[in-house]
């Protein structure tokens, strides 16, 4: 899901989508395989309540339930679960 973008394109502050809310939601990613990210969050004023992430994990990159890197910021996080990680076998590795 995402709250914004990362392009160019949202270069203002006009331009950056403001006061989304996630309330009462469950992002999953594919229980066997993860998926890289939940929620981009490129917005302001935005807020994350009583939801849940799972299975957001991956083999050799980094991944995030939630992560914003274009967008001014301002996201309070209340009652909000998180489970997501490596999978056991490449804990095994290191």
């Given at each position: 899901m995402e709250f914004g973008n990362a392009s160019?394109?949202?270069?203002?502050?006009?331009?950056?989508p403001a006061h989304l809310i996630l309330d009462r939601s469950y992002l999953h990613g594919n229980p066997s395989y993860g998926q890289r990210r939940g929620l981009a969050l490129n917005s302001a004023d935005a807020e994350v309540t009583?939801?849940?992430?799972?299975?957001?994990?991956g083999v050799s990159q980094d991944t995030q339930a939630i992560a914003g890197w274009n967008g001014p910021g301002a996201v309070p996080h209340r009652e909000q679960l998180?489970?997501?990680?490596?999978r056991k076998r490449d804990l095994r590795r290191r």
């Amino acid at each position: 899901m995402e709250f914004g973008n990362a392009s160019s394109s949202q270069n203002t502050l006009a331009s950056v989508p403001a006061h989304l809310i996630l309330d009462r939601s469950y992002l999953h990613g594919n229980p066997s395989y993860g998926q890289r990210r939940g929620l981009a969050l490129n917005s302001a004023d935005a807020e994350v309540t009583n939801s849940y992430f799972a299975d957001f994990k991956g083999v050799s990159q980094d991944t995030q339930a939630i992560a914003g890197w274009n967008g001014p910021g301002a996201v309070p996080h209340r009652e909000q679960l998180s489970r997501s990680g490596r999978r056991k076998r490449d804990l095994r590795r290191r």
